[in-house]
């Protein structure tokens, strides 16, 4: 099987993007695998460190294993872990790649902090792939009105050249527009030609699209096409699985059968990956 470094040579080659989905139960990953599966498409599950510490780090690297030694072409990411500790802990637990978000720190406490992880991780298991973040990237993974959009947070192209060579970092998660979780007062919109500068500046690296939850298609094709070839979801799949949930609870008040109402949440989550898949271009590829 293709490891996940040869997934993204592809994806970059043919301008495709790799899902990433976050999940914090068995069922959620469940219904991530299985729209995986169904269109044969290469996939990232991730948890938080909030999603980590409710489902366990143990726990969600070993469920993941289960489905890499049937056959998946799945990969574990401990998404957004803001200090080592805690990427320490996620590398330890066996995950195949983390994301050190040290982004909200100073630019050279970034790449301290950063390059602290990138060694531990490398120690460990030298092909392990580490993402970086940096720009502010605001918002939070949940619905929102409105959030305050600027410029002035954008990832700049020279400084991601200077922080991808200090860090030794195999992704880099960059600010161009987009924002965690969904606004409802205001129009997400990408800036296409300053993603296209970052691009430009770290030619050899995975250009990381967090926040895509909200944007529209063309948006996110506009993206790839400029250079994108990871994409996050995150606060879709928790609306999708809350909604179906709530709906079958005021449709069924009685039931108290787990796998009977979890049931449509889960296949308004696996509706929902399939769909992104199939934006992200990523059907067929393994």
Not at 28 to 41: S, T, V, W
Not at 48 to 55: L, Q, R, T
Not at 93 to 111: G, P
Not at 254 to 259: H, R, S
């Amino acid at each position: 099987m293709k490891n996940l470094k040869n997934y993204f040579a592809s994806a970059k080659k043919e301008k495709w993007a790799i899902g990433h989905f976050n999940f914090s139960t068995a069922e959620q990953l469940r219904a991530i695998m299985e729209a995986a599966a169904g269109l044969e498409a290469p996939v990232m599950a991730a948890t938080s460190e909030g999603e980590a510490e409710f489902i366990g780090y143990d726990q969600a690297a070993a469920l993941v294993k289960s489905y890499q030694q049937e056959g998946r072409a799945v990969w574990l990411n401990a998404d957004h872990h803001k200090g080592f500790v805690n990427a320490q802990k996620a590398i330890d637990a066996d995950y195949d790649t983390v994301l050190i978000d040290a982004s909200k720190l100073s630019y050279e406490d970034n790449i301290l902090t950063t390059s602290q992880v990138v060694r531990y991780a490398r120690g460990k298991n030298p092909e392990m792939m580490i993402e970086g973040e940096l720009g502010y990237l605001r918002g939070s993974s949940e619905v929102q009105g409105k959030v305050e959009i600027s410029p002035a947070d954008y990832t700049q192209p020279e400084q991601a050249a200077d922080f991808v060579v200090r860090t030794g970092v195999n992704r880099l998660a960059i600010v161009f527009g987009n924002i965690h979780g969904i606004v409802t007062e205001q129009e997400e919109k990408l800036d296409i030609e300053h993603l296209k500068k970052i691009a430009a500046a770290v030619p050899d690296t995975i250009l990381v699209l967090h926040g895509a939850s909200g944007l529209s298609d063309d948006d996110i094709r506009a993206a790839i096409a400029g250079g994108i070839t990871n994409i996050h979801i995150n606060t879709e799949l928790r609306v999708a699985y809350h909604d179906a949930l709530a709906a079958e609870l005021q449709h069924k008040p009685t039931q108290t059968t787990p796998y009977k109402f979890l049931a449509p949440s889960v296949e308004a989550m696996k509706e929902l990956v399939k769909k992104k898949l199939e934006l992200f271009g990523s059907s067929g590829k393994i």
